[in-house]
């Protein structure tokens, strides 16, 4: 694993480093990820690194992580800045007049914003390609070129690459979660009234959500404090829950399904072995409020799309609408005639299945696959618009659930899979039980860690 933001910001405390050369070197690391950002704040950074490192040397940081470089999705934005969302079309836009909530957040605590990443256009696709800004590869990929997962890819690469630990994403229907899941990385969507939306483009805005991807849980739970206004010192000390009588549902019908790859199945079987010999309780019965929500995208719909279509119909009725991605187009305009029944319907059930969902875990995680698959083969998407239809559904399948109903979840890490690609599970609670949910995965990270 390389090294989260707590590392970075010991080497800060002790003097071996600091700001100024952390800038230093995420600058250089850039070089070798191309099309991972899509603008960087350089002079911006600049400043903020040498204040930061003023403050240390005067023996008062702004908080344990003064001085730790983020990046930040460029659905958020910064002033001064353009925020694309990976569109062509919205280069010309005037810049922000202010930073968004979180940015100012973090800054306060005297985090480092370093550029705005890339995504796949409009934040409208779970695999990461990109024709206008470039795709960035995969950090895992070995002699094959392999997707990023998006919508969130650059960030994701960001981190992977080593750039910055913390790179600041959104999710809609799984677009944090499934770039961690596909580069060996933690994932954290947060529950959707979590943090404040100010300053950050929509997509669908029952569905969005907010979080960090990172190398660590400690790291996912430290942005979490310093985004709810809790500095707690210089420390963010937080402890896990304790595994013995830690519940855990494992839902076998899930694990059981064909399109789960069987490296992704054994790895999370061989995570809930070392958890449960550490004296957690493994309930391995169905969650019917899940299953319910997996039928009813599959069956009616999914209420993304129709939200994505309403937000965007000016742009897809305007001649502007040629200059998108056409895979991104097609399927945005797959919803101009989704009825409104079942729109409502949709919402009616998610209201419903998120009572129910609570109600069944009564207290315990819920652990599936982030993912059933690796990450793909970038070639025969960029090929095949059908292929890409395809893989991007069955990339999305098992998170657009947690986010139907609303679940916050943490993808860790499980293991390597087909063509020595990262594998990774998903911790997910009911909505709005963040703070436990972060604490029990930062136990099971403890055991299911697979050092390198």
Same mark, same amino acid.
């Not at 390609?129 to 002699?143: E, I, Q, R, W």
């Not at 079987?269 to 929500?293: D, N, S």
């Not at 939200?307 to 305007?318: G, K, P």
């Not at 990262?422 to 709005?432: E, I, K, M, Y």
């Given at each position: 694993m390389l090294a989260d933001a707590f590392s970075l910001a010991q080497k800060f405390a002790d003097g071996t480093s600091d700001p100024v050369t952390a800038l230093k070197d995420a600058l250089k690391l850039s070089a070798d990820a191309p099309a991972a950002f899509i603008t960087f704040c350089e002079d911006r950074a600049q400043r903020e690194a040498a204040a930061a490192q003023a403050r240390w040397k005067a023996g008062q940081p702004l908080s344990r992580f003064d001085g730790v470089p983020v990046a930040w999705k460029d659905l958020y934005d910064l002033a001064g800045y353009v925020t694309t969302a990976g569109a062509k079309v919205l280069l010309h836009t005037p810049p922000a007049s202010h930073d968004c909530a979180l940015a100012v957040a973090l800054s306060r605590a005297g985090l480092v914003s *370093?550029?705005?990443?890339?995504?796949?256009? &409009?934040?409208?696709?779970? +695999?990461?390609? $990109? /024709?206008?800004?470039? #795709?960035?590869? $995969?950090?895992?990929?070995?002699?094959?070129?392999?997707v990023p997962g998006g919508s969130s890819s650059g960030s994701a690469i960001a981190v992977a690459r080593g750039i910055v630990p913390i790179a600041m994403s959104t999710d809609t229907a799984g677009s944090i979660r499934v770039p961690a899941a596909f580069n060996g990385l933690v994932g954290y969507r947060s529950s959707s009234r979590r943090y404040s939306f100010a300053g950050v483009m929509p997509l669908a805005r029952t569905l969005d959500s907010l979080g960090p991807i990172t190398h660590s849980v400690r790291d996912a739970i430290a942005v979490d404090n310093l985004l709810l206004g809790d500095r707690r010192g210089l420390s963010f000390e937080t402890t896990g829950l304790p595994v013995a009588g830690l519940r855990l549902r494992v839902? *076998?019908?899930?694990? $059981?399904?064909?399109? *789960?790859? /069987?490296?992704?199945?054994?790895?999370? &079987?061989?995570?809930?072995?070392?958890?449960?010999?550490?004296?957690?309780?493994?309930?391995? #019965? /169905?969650?019917?409020?899940?299953?319910?929500?997996?039928?009813? *995208?599959?069956?009616?719909?999914?209420?993304?799309?129709?939200?994505?279509?309403?937000?965007?119909?000016?742009? +897809?009725?305007?001649?502007?609408?040629?200059?998108?991605?056409?895979?991104?187009?097609?399927r945005l305009e797959t919803a101009r005639t989704f009825p409104a029944s079942k729109q409502v319907r949709l919402y009616q059930a998610a209201e419903a299945l998120k009572k129910q969902i609570t109600s069944e875990l009564d207290g315990a995680f819920l652990i599936t696959p982030t993912v059933a698959h690796v990450a793909p083969l970038l070639t025969p998407l960029e090929e095949d618009a059908s292929i890409f239809a395809a893989t991007n559904l069955a990339t999305l399948r098992l998170t657009m659930p947690g986010s139907m109903l609303d679940m916050p979840g943490v993808a860790l890490p499980s293991g390597i899979g087909d063509a020595g690609m /990262?594998?990774? &599970? &998903? +911790?997910?609670?009911?909505?709005?039980n963040d703070e436990e949910l972060l604490r029990a995965a930062l136990t099971v990270e403890s055991y299911i860690r697979v050092t390198e």
């Open positions: *370093i550029g705005k990443t890339n995504l796949s256009e &409009l934040a409208y696709s779970g +695999l990461g390609l $990109n /024709p206008h800004f470039g #795709t960035p590869v $995969n950090a895992a990929s070995k002699d094959e070129v392999r839902d *076998i019908k899930v694990l $059981n399904d064909t399109r *789960i790859q /069987p490296a992704v199945r054994s790895n999370l &079987l061989t995570a809930v072995e070392k958890l449960a010999l550490a004296g957690a309780v493994i309930e391995e #019965t /169905p969650v019917l409020a899940f299953h319910q929500a997996l039928e009813l *995208i599959e069956q009616v719909g999914w209420l993304g799309s129709a939200e994505a279509f309403a937000l965007h119909q000016e742009l +897809l009725d305007s001649p502007a609408a040629e200059q998108l991605d056409p895979r991104v187009r097609k /990262p594998t990774s &599970l &998903l +911790l997910s609670s009911f909505s709005g």
